[in-house]
């Protein structure tokens, strides 16, 4: 598994231990930086440390649209139940099947039944 995980702060710090139980390295943004910061301090500190964005935030998205980026990816979830224990599975499976598309620099959009990916720049 390549990509290091950036748990964005709308998404539980419990999904850190899930995804380390699975072989990513991941950490949630409240263990490295301000809970307050805003959108664009994430993804340049992610894209700065090699990290991918893993959030429920449609804003993430869009930057990389707005802004022609070739990174950092973004991993979105969109449900309404976002917890681990709810879409664990899902989500590690978008991870395997787009592990290489996310090392190189995409959108991921994952929802409960399936996964797209939208290679950037968009």
């Keep these: 598994m390549s990509v290091r995980v950036l748990v964005d702060m709308n998404l539980?710090?419990?999904?850190?231990?899930?995804?380390?139980?699975?072989?990513?390295?991941?950490?949630?943004?409240?263990?490295?930086?301000?809970?307050?910061?805003?959108?664009?301090?994430?993804?340049d500190w992610a894209a700065a440390n090699g990290y991918i964005v893993f959030t429920h935030d449609l804003d993430f998205g869009a930057m990389?649209?707005?802004?022609?980026?070739?990174?950092?990816?973004?991993?979105?979830?969109?449900?309404?139940?976002?917890?681990?224990?709810?879409?664990?599975?899902v989500v590690i499976a978008a991870l395997k099947q787009h592990d290489a598309d996310l090392a190189s620099?995409?959108?991921?959009?994952?929802?409960?039944?399936?996964?797209?990916v939208r290679v950037l720049p968009i």
């Design 12 to 43: 539980s710090p419990d999904w850190v231990p899930v995804l380390q139980r699975h072989g990513w390295s991941a950490v949630h943004w409240s263990t490295v930086g301000d809970p307050r910061a805003t959108d664009r301090t994430i993804m």
């Design 64 to 89: 990389l649209a707005l802004m022609c980026a070739t990174g950092p990816s973004v991993l979105q979830i969109r449900a309404d139940n976002v917890l681990p224990d709810h879409l664990e599975d």
């Design 105 to 116: 620099g995409a959108l991921v959009v994952v929802d409960e039944s399936k996964s797209r």
